[in-house]
T-cell receptor, first 116, second 116 residues
Framework: AQKITQTQPGMFVQEKEAVTLDCTYD???????LFWYKQPSSGEMIFLIY??????QNATEGRYSLNFQKARKSANLVISASQLGDSAMYFC?????????????FGQGTILTVHP | GAVVSQHPSRVICKSGTSVKIECRSL??????MFWYRQFPKQSLMLMAT?????????EQGVEKDKFLINHASLTLSTLTVTSAHPEDSSFYIC????????????FGSGTRLTVV
């Protein structure tokens, strides 16, 4: 079974500053993928970034980067130059291989509030 | 990019009635779709995996007879909540992945079900 832990229920950041959202995971699979999604108040789930367990380099997508530390089983999301529109709930998720392919296990989420 | 359309976005129904939610991949074929449930301020929990042309696979604890899933075509999966009760009130959201379209799973916009 897979597990995602997000220990920050809420985070606050000043506009234009960087913020790190924590995510640790647990899985017995050697092959897995880690995802970050953004959920605004409207409810939609917006895909942000993906990191494969065999990827040696940290994933980056625009202002989003994933600080992947495999030995620590952590996959923190870094948002640079925060914008007011970044205020939302952020979920970390894991997809393991084998019969779990396609099934995402989500963490409890972190509510990010960006202050002007 | 891949788009998943979900309807309706909101529905209010009376206790004891059934509600059908549609999830449609607009510009790609999805042999597999996933249905999640989310309670307010909580995480997404996978309910079932919808497989085109075959029976859905339900997660442990999810009642098959209450949550009927039909995946009749490569672009459409439906979730029917039968004999709905107030405790079924929740946010339901589907997802699919476009083969060759990247790593991210695309989610529908979700359906907020209220049973009165």
């Amino acid at each position: 079974a897979q597990k995602i832990t997000q220990t920050q229920p809420g985070m606050f950041v000043q506009e234009k500053e960087a913020v790190t959202l924590d995510c640790t995971y647990d899985t017995s699979d050697q092959s897995y993928g880690l995802f970050w999604y953004k959920q605004p108040s409207s409810g939609e789930m917006i895909f942000l970034i993906y990191q494969g367990s065999y990827d040696e380099q940290n994933a980056t997508e625009g202002r989003y980067s994933l600080n992947f530390q495999k030995a620590r089983k952590s996959a923190n999301l870094v948002i640079s130059a925060s914008q007011l529109g970044d205020s939302a709930m952020y979920f970390c998720a894991i997809e393991a291989g084998g019969t779990s392919y396609g099934k995402l296990t989500f963490g409890q989420g972190t509510i990010l509030t960006v202050h002007p | 990019g891949a788009v998943v359309s979900q309807h309706p976005s909101r529905v209010i129904c009376k206790s004891g009635t059934s509600v059908k939610i549609e999830c449609r991949s607009l510009d790609f074929q999805a042999t597999t779709m996933f249905w999640y449930r989310q309670f307010p301020k909580q995480s997404l929990m996978l309910m079932a995996t919808s497989n085109e042309g075959s029976k859905a696979t339900y997660e442990q604890g999810v009642e098959k007879d209450k949550f009927l899933i039909n995946h009749a075509s490569l672009t459409l999966s439906t979730l029917t909540v039968t004999s709905a009760h107030p405790e079924d009130s929740s946010f339901y959201i589907c997802s699919a992945r476009e083969v060759g379209g990247g790593y991210g799973y695309t989610f529908g916009s979700g359906t907020r079900l209220t049973v009165v």
